[in-house]
């Protein structure tokens, strides 16, 4: 604690030095040279940005969708029942109330325990 207390103190005290001598961090001086043209086209370029993010967001969706129909639909071809990965990856379905098979199996996995 004591050596991140001096560290502070000497970090603050260089720190006050450099702005009294005009040597500042380079960032800050970026920052204030900045003008309002640059200020709106990095504004821009976040908006563009956002946009892209956005549009890809809704793309994968739709293909999240489409490959969970045709996942369904190869089911209901083969008579396969629905895995629970599935349900956890797409988040589309609903979930539907345990069986009573299924809290029975539940409550035998709890009283199950290797020691």
Do not use: F, W
């Not at 976040?46 to 639909?73: F, G, N, T, V």
């Not at 629905?82 to 990856?89: F, L, M, R, V, W």
Request: hydrophobic share 25%.
């Amino acid at each position: 604690m004591s050596a991140m207390l001096g560290k502070a103190l000497v970090s603050d005290k260089i720190s006050k030095i450099s702005k009294g001598l005009g040597i500042d961090d380079e960032k800050e001086e970026e920052e204030n040279h900045l003008s309002s043209a640059d200020l709106k086209k990095m504004k821009q370029e976040d908006l563009k940005k956002e946009e892209e993010k956005k549009k890809r967001e809704e793309m994968q969706a739709k293909r999240r969708a489409e490959r969970s129909a045709r996942r369904d639909e190869i089911r209901d071809k083969y008579g396969l029942e629905k895995k629970e990965s599935d349900t956890k990856k797409t988040n589309t379905m609903e979930k539907k109330p345990a069986t009573k098979t299924q809290i029975e199996d539940k409550k035998d996995d709890d009283k199950c325990c290797v020691m």
